[in-house]
């Protein structure tokens, strides 16, 4: 089941990350990768904002997102029950394509990486990544959604995730500060 889910969301990256440099050969932009970090950025920071229940902005795309799960999901119902580990690999590919704002955000990165490769490999690695916290929700589900529909976990959380993105939209101006700031003490 995870490693289909974990090739879906390869897929969306790599397909997320050709998206990206198509535009930036298309656009007649000047810096490209800046315009899609502060869009990475700004996604972030809605995204927290819509975690920590101060704006639910989000909840649009993810209307979007569930039209289109609507149309999937029908597929994943084949595979189940779930017999074979066959079974499982196809339940997971089609259940990666579940409407996310967490996967929205990372494949707004892998957009932003304007590289179908980087894109798949983030993509790859961000399901690397959930899978020991999915593993861990598997085997404890009723108590952790009970914590997590907590207000000051949201909150947290959300507050955690409007840093990031904050930190993405600072940190080309955090790269130059340093990097001036290293020029002028080894002068």
């Known amino acids: 089941y995870n490693l289909g889910r974990i090739g879906s969301y390869t897929l969306a990256g790599l397909c997320a990350g050709f998206l990206g440099a198509q535009f930036a050969q298309w656009l007649p932009l000047e810096h490209p990768r800046m315009i899609a970090m502060w869009v990475s950025g700004l996604f972030m920071i809605a995204l927290g904002l819509y975690i920590g229940a101060w704006w639910q902005a989000l909840a649009q795309l993810e209307k979007s997102g569930a039209y289109l799960w609507r149309k999937i999901e029908p597929f994943g119902r084949r595979f189940i029950p779930v017999k074979h580990p066959l079974q499982a690999l196809g339940l997971g590919l089609v259940w990666g394509w579940l409407p996310c704002g967490l996967v929205y955000s990372i494949l707004a990165f892998s957009l932003a990486s304007a590289s179908a490769w ?21 085997a404890t589900a009723q108590s952790l959604t009970r914590f997590f529909h907590k207000l000051i976990v949201r909150r947290t959380a959300g507050a ?13 101006y955090l790269q130059n500060n340093v990097a001036m700031s290293t020029q002028y003490h080894c002068h």
Do not use: A, K, R
Request: aromatic share 8%; charged share 0%.
């Open 160 to 172: 955690i995730v409007v840093l990031l993105g904050l930190f993405i939209l600072l940190s080309p």
């Open 118 to 138: 980087q894109g798949g490999l983030l993509m790859l690695f961000f399901g690397l990544g959930t899978l020991p916290m999915l593993l861990v929700i598997g």
